[in-house]
């Protein structure tokens, strides 16, 4: 790439996404804190002396306290690097909460029904939700107080009707894992939803050696809910020596609980073997109306049909009211115990409070009001009220200015009650575990991790009286390494409430952000680091190729989130491990061949090869024709081990929304053309659907058209989804007069679409098949008719950087098989580290020195040749969520060649989920 287009891309690209999201200007009463220069304070010294310690050492590390009696900053490093917040999130959705519904906001669950019913005709009771997160199924409180005054006046019904309408899809956080779904902290935000969508799950051990364990399931009270879990139970007890690997989870979009592995059975030393496990309800409404027409049949009404879900007719009369706790005493149990649930209920009423709707973008709209009246001047991205999506960024001062806004208002005393107080025997929620503090100690604080996050933030009250506000949010290395009372992390809270007499451990100076020189060969290509103010992270490094040595970085040991880079390590590994790349596509019969009949089936097998194509596909057919073969008197099988949405087939840490989306095929024996097809949609007659044509029509989908049409001036709002476990598509939203958009998806039964496909070529070609389509999960190894080439390596190399398709990424990943991991740890040092190798995800983390050195070293290993040779004066340049990067070769002077890696993080989002490869 000509170096000044490399330069115009990086900058475009940045300024385009930097737009505001969440930005404020407006003045509080308070004193917000001064962007000062780094303080010259015991608290710094400690703070600067921990940040070197190995758990932190490769950490993006945003940190900030100030003091809110004198007005000054006391420590500070990186204060505005935007970085992932988790559940420190909660602080800015309780604040929020209370400055717009007030400390004595109260949910309202109604139960209503027709005037006929209220009038002793049998019919539907509507239990209409209203959002409150905490109704209980327990003793005379939420749903049986409630049972019981309906009991009083409705004597039968046909069934109970869950009503949530007051909040709108999706009922998950953008971003949100796909793995965190079936589990308790992962529930679906519905406005009706009882014992908070969760159900416990238990397992023990099996009467003997050899049978399948029991598994029992556990509510909250004595209400069950007949029928609504089916557990599928694959887990087998074992030898009292034998392995634990019991795993429980619920598949997505059902309520079906799955249990699979082994369980040891007791024994002297193992007296007692069990486990439980909290999960997610798939149905949140439907699960309420379950528990509550079970509450009103043990009261003694009648039913005839079983619990559904719908919408309030119009002319229902309300029969019973349930208020809730007060946001007051709300706020507590979600702070000091991180409840995802409560927070997300809160956030929509927001939305509900300002315009009726309890939407994710009417939420974000109020948000977005009270940060300009708090006076939080830097941009910052909340997509969710939890702070379980990894798309949330927020920056220590961001954090700080809240609190200290917080710290003025009416309601500071509600507010900083809910957080926990540190070594308080009855208010330090799940932080009761003793920290090296005496008890009491002033030290209120949120805590929020995720898979790489250990955040703290809060107020701390210093040895001096002065009332301190700060946030340390740490970002990279795995939790566990900082969730304890003793870590750096931990440490650098203790001495914010043992200011100002704070003792200072001894340690290395911090590192530079930027050592070395660069070449002045490559200064323009570099010189542009848009950190400074920015809120982005930037890491980036040259290494030179004939020593392998790094001669500059700036934040090269920095761990990043780090977008599509993890496909560079792949392809190294599968090159450098002398992987072979699949064999071509093939068509086989079993049975008998009489007369140009096939007795039998057809096998069509894609052996994990990604370049399957439409073409390909008639050239099987002919090899079918040509082989005499014009009637197949049996099936189309086509072969596909693991079909539906089975957690194996698209990576766990994949963001659920990503689900059905073009670059984001499931994992296949069998795919053709990317499995990608083509949804083109047009506005329609005002008032009508908008118009949705598929390519190729024959794809097997289904399409469900709920989008509306309208004439007037306004920005479409359409959004796509892909229902879990169908092959529905659903379409709402509103599209303006003029409409028109070709969305590229990927069917979730890729084996399917091929053999559809197929299909249609064998009848271009002359051959009917008599049988249906069948998925058959291993290759019955017929007589092969016809197959296709074998891929290369270097064909493969260069799709798996040419292509967002996850399809490339997995057919590599295929071929490495078990070794998969070892070959990866083969090729790139520690710190290094990700949790899949496709770049879908985001939760990889990975540092530019650490990748520099890689492709140093993968230019001077001859295998490495299709990866090294495309890059030199081509780097290559993709973009993810929040996310830029680069990474190729560069020539220098006297013909020296460099690599070069280049990582923007927590870029602005955009909107976008779709990742693009820009050069």
């Known amino acids: 790439m000509p170096h000044h287009l490399f330069r115009n891309t990086l900058a475009t690209t940045l300024a385009v996404s930097t737009f505001v999201m969440m930005t404020g200007a407006g003045t509080v009463s308070a004193v917000n804190p001064v962007k000062a220069p780094v303080p010259h304070t015991a608290l710094q010294s400690a703070w600067e002396a921990l940040a070197t310690q190995k758990s932190l050492q490769h950490d993006s590390l945003s940190a900030y306290a100030y003091d809110l009696t004198t007005h000054h900053v006391i420590a500070a490093i990186h204060p505005t690097w935007r970085v992932t917040p988790a559940s420190i999130t909660k602080l800015f959705t309780s604040a929020a909460a209370l400055a717009t519904l007030g400390p004595q906001f109260t949910y309202k669950t109604t139960v209503m029904v027709p005037p006929s019913v209220a009038n002793g005709q049998p019919g539907p009771i509507y239990l209409v939700g209203g959002g409150d997160?905490?109704?209980?199924?327990?003793?005379?409180?939420?749903?049986?107080?409630?049972?019981?005054?309906?009991?009083?006046?409705?004597?039968?019904?046909?069934?109970?009707?869950?009503?949530?309408?007051?909040?709108?899809?999706?009922?998950?956080?953008?971003?949100?894992?796909?793995?965190?779904?079936?589990?308790?902290?992962?529930?679906?935000?519905?406005?009706?939803?009882?014992?908070?969508?969760?159900?416990?799950?238990?397992?023990?051990?099996?009467?003997?050696?050899?049978?399948s364990p029991q598994v029992s399931l556990q509510f909250n009270s004595s209400l069950q809910a007949p029928g609504y879990f089916h557990v599928i139970n694959n887990a087998t007890t074992g030898s009292p020596k034998s392995a634990w690997t019991i795993h429980v989870t619920r598949q997505i979009g059902t309520n079906n609980i799955v249990v699979t592995g082994n369980i040891p059975i007791s024994s002297s030393k193992r007296p007692n073997v069990s486990g439980a496990w909290v999960l997610s309800v798939g149905n949140g409404p439907l699960f309420a109306a379950s528990l509550f027409q079970e509450a009103l049949a043990q009261a003694g009404v009648h039913f005839s049909g079983m619990p559904t879900t719908g919408s309030l007719p119009t002319g229902t009369v309300t029969i019973a009211t349930h208020s809730s706790k007060s946001l007051a005493q709300y706020l507590p149990i979600q702070n000091q115990y991180s409840i995802n649930q409560m927070a997300e209920n809160l956030y929509r009423e927001l939305g509900v409070n300002a315009s009726g709707i309890g939407s994710l973008s009417s939420a974000s709209a109020v948000m977005q009001k009270f940060s300009e009246t708090a006076g939080i001047p830097s941009r910052r991205i909340q997509l969710d009220g939890s702070g379980l999506s990894p798309l949330d960024e927020a920056s220590a001062t961001d954090v700080v200015d809240l609190l200290t806004y917080a710290a003025s208002q009416s309601w500071f005393g509600t507010f900083r009650g809910s957080l926990m107080h540190l070594n308080h025997p009855h208010n330090c929620g799940f932080l009761c575990s003793p920290y090296p503090l005496p008890t009491h100690t002033n030290l209120w604080i949120k805590t929020g991790n995720l898979s790489n996050q250990w955040n703290y933030a809060g107020y701390a009250t210093a040895t001096n009286g002065n009332l301190i506000a700060f946030a340390i949010l740490d970002n990279g290395n795995p939790t566990y390494e900082n969730a304890t009372p003793t870590s750096p992390v931990s440490q650098m809270m203790l001495d914010v409430a043992s200011y100002p007499a704070v003792t200072v451990p001894k340690s290395q100076p911090m590192a530079a952000s930027t050592t070395g020189t660069l070449p002045n060969s490559l200064q323009h290509y570099l010189q542009f680091l848009p950190e400074?103010?920015?809120?982005?992270?930037?890491?980036?490094?040259?290494?030179?190729?004939?020593?392998?040595?790094?001669?500059?970085?700036?934040?090269?040991?920095?761990?990043?989130?780090?977008g599509l880079l993890p496909r560079t390590v792949l392809g190294d590994a599968a090159l450098t491990a002398g992987a072979t790349p699949p064999s071509g596509a093939s068509v086989s019969s079993v049975g008998q061949v009489s007369k140009g009949i096939l007795n039998g089936a057809l096998v069509l097998n894609g052996h994990t090869n990604p370049f399957l194509s439409s073409t390909g596909l008639k050239q099987l057919a002919q090899d079918v024709a040509l082989a005499g073969i014009t009637t197949v008197n049996g099936p189309l099988e086509y072969v596909q081990p693991v079909t539906g949405f089975h957690s194996s087939r698209w990576p766990s840490s994949m963001p659920w929304n990503d689900f059905g989306r073009g670059f984001a095929p499931p994992k296949s024996q069998l795919w053709v053309n990317n499995d990608q097809a083509?949804?083109?949609?047009?506005?329609?007659?005002?008032?009508?659907?908008?118009?949705?044509?598929?390519?190729?029509?024959?794809?097997?989908?289904?399409?469900?058209?709920?989008?509306?049409?309208?004439?007037?001036?306004?920005?479409?709002?359409?959004?796509?989804?892909?229902?879990?476990?169908?092959?529905?598509?659903?379409?709402?939203g509103v599209v303006p007069k003029g409409f028109s958009e070709v969305l590229t998806i990927a069917p979730p039964n890729p084996g399917q679409y091929a053999a559809v496909e197929f299909e249609s070529a064998l009848k271009a070609a002359g051959v009917t098949v008599t049988g249906s389509l069948s998925r058959v999960s291993s290759?019955?190894?017929?007589?092969?008719?016809?197959?296709?080439?074998?891929?290369?390596?270097?064909?493969?190399?260069?799709?798996?950087?040419?292509?967002?398709?996850?399809?490339?990424?997995?057919?590599?990943?295929?071929?490495?098989?078990?070794?998969?991991?070892?070959?990866?740890?083969?090729?790139?040092?520690?710190?290094?580290?990700?949790?899949?190798?496709?770049?879908?995800?985001?939760?990889?983390?990975?540092?530019?020195?650490?990748?520099?050195?890689?492709?140093?070293?993968?230019?001077?290993?001859?295998?490495?040749?299709?990866?090294?040779?495309?890059?030199?004066?081509?780097?290559?340049?993709?973009?993810?969520?929040?996310?830029?990067?680069?990474?190729?070769?560069?020539?220098?002077?006297?013909?020296q060649i460099y690599a070069v890696t280049l990582i923007v993080s927590q870029v602005l989002w955009n909107h976008h989920f779709t990742p693009q490869i820009l050069q």
């Open 133 to 211: 997160p905490w109704l209980e199924a327990n003793g005379e409180t939420g749903l049986q107080t409630l049972a019981t005054a309906v009991a009083k006046k409705i004597p039968a019904a046909t069934g109970v009707v869950g009503v949530s309408s007051l909040y709108t899809p999706p009922v998950y956080g953008l971003g949100w894992p796909k793995g965190v779904i079936p589990y308790n902290y992962a529930a679906g935000t519905t406005a009706l939803m009882a014992e908070r969508s969760e159900i416990f799950v238990n397992v023990t051990q099996g009467s003997a050696a050899g049978k």
């Open 779 to 895: 290759d019955p190894r017929g007589t092969v008719i016809g197959s296709l080439k074998a891929s290369n390596m270097s064909a493969l190399t260069q799709a798996l950087f040419t292509t967002p398709s996850l399809v490339p990424a997995e057919a590599m990943v295929s071929m490495l098989g078990t070794k998969l991991w070892h070959d990866i740890g083969a090729v790139i040092p520690y710190p290094n580290f990700f949790i899949e190798p496709t770049g879908v995800s985001l939760g990889n983390y990975m540092t530019a020195n650490g990748l520099s050195t890689m492709l140093a070293k993968a230019w001077n290993n001859p295998q490495d040749a299709p990866l090294v040779t495309p890059w030199l004066q081509h780097p290559w340049v993709s973009t993810s969520p929040e996310q830029y990067d680069v990474a190729g070769y560069l020539r220098g002077q006297h013909g």
């Open 532 to 562: 400074a103010g920015s809120g982005m992270v930037v890491g980036a490094s040259v290494s030179n190729v004939a020593t392998g040595k790094v001669v500059w970085q700036h934040n090269g040991n920095l761990l990043q989130q780090s």
């Open 678 to 732: 083509m949804l083109q949609i047009h506005a329609g007659i005002n008032g009508s659907p908008a118009t949705v044509t598929l390519k190729p029509e024959n794809t097997p989908i289904t399409i469900q058209n709920l989008t509306t049409t309208s004439n007037t001036a306004q920005a479409s709002s359409l959004h796509v989804r892909l229902s879990f476990h169908s092959s529905t598509y659903v379409l709402t």
